[in-house]
Nanobody, 122 residues
């Protein structure tokens, strides 16, 4: 089992940046694919990015490609999401998740953090 806790959310103006972190506790962190998902009020949870255990397989949704960067530090049991050039449509709760397979679908992830809110204003 693995426990995940996100941090780094907040309120920024459009064009600004935020860096989200997700710290894991548990065993074998480096064996998990870590993903970031987001969910806005009234909308379904949406894939943002994933990174495989060794960091050699990374994927982004088209909506964030070129603006967001996912990375991980297995020595610190932490995954990051660097978000640049934020837009109002990026406003959502952001969740990190851990799973055994590198996929862009939430159903493949077994463990989830409670989330951190990101609000982008015009």
């Amino acid at each position: 089992q693995i426990l995940l806790v996100e941090s780094g959310g907040g309120s920024v103006q459009a064009g600004g940046s935020l860096r989200l972190s997700c710290v894991a506790s548990g065993r074998a962190f480096s064996t998990y694919t870590l993903g970031w998902f987001r969910q806005a009020p009234g909308k379904e949870r949406e894939f943002v990015a994933f990174i495989s255990g060794r960091g050699d397989n990374i994927n982004y949704s088209d909506s964030v490609k070129g603006r967001f960067t996912i990375s991980r530090d297995n020595a610190k049991d932490t995954v990051y999401l660097e978000m640049n050039n934020l837009k109002p449509e990026d406003t959502a709760g952001y969740f990190c998740a851990a799973g055994g397979i590198a996929k862009d679908t939430a159903a493949w992830y077994n463990y989830w953090g409670p989330g951190t809110q990101v609000t982008v204003s015009t």
